[in-house]
């Protein structure tokens, strides 16, 4: 059996092992052997919940960037991962923090009557056919009048 020595005796020998899900305050912290399979979390409902998501990529991308001290190509590519988790949680909390609303507009309940629905098609029509219709105005009447008479 072989065993790994690493250059610095500071670094942790198996990074594999660090914790790699975000963690939020209902979810536990878990190890797993492979840290760029587990599905992203879900969007948070709340201001809270984004802060908690918010707090826990933040931490996760703090310990990765101890990892990747060492230079080694898995332990950038951790830090890699948490830092666009981190960046999406930043976004996410940010929209929270802005209190930006969305509006969506709501239709009406009761459906258009027969009559409402005639009146409204009828005008259209008109507007749609008196648009290309030219009103007459002084430059053009004055030509009628000097063309008839002449």
Do not use: C
């Amino acid at each position: 059996m072989t065993t790994r020595h690493t250059s610095r005796p500071d670094v942790k020998a198996d990074a594999a092992l660090e914790p790699a899900a975000i963690a939020t305050p209902s979810a536990p912290r878990r190890r797993t052997a492979k840290p760029g399979l587990e599905p992203a979390p879900p969007a948070p409902r709340s201001r809270a919940e984004a802060e908690a998501q918010y707090i826990a990529a933040r931490d996760a991308w703090t310990s990765a960037m101890r990892g990747a001290s060492s230079g080694r190509s898995a332990d950038l590519a951790s830090l890699a991962i948490a830092q666009e988790a981190y960046e999406k949680a930043y976004a996410e909390r940010e929209g929270w923090l802005s209190g930006a609303r969305v509006a969506i507009p709501i239709e009406n309940a009761e459906p258009r009557r027969g009559l409402e629905v005639f009146l409204a098609q009828d005008l259209a029509w008109r507007r749609v056919h008196e648009a290309g219709q030219k009103v007459p105005g002084r430059l053009e009447r004055l030509i009628r009048r000097l063309t008839r008479r002449g």
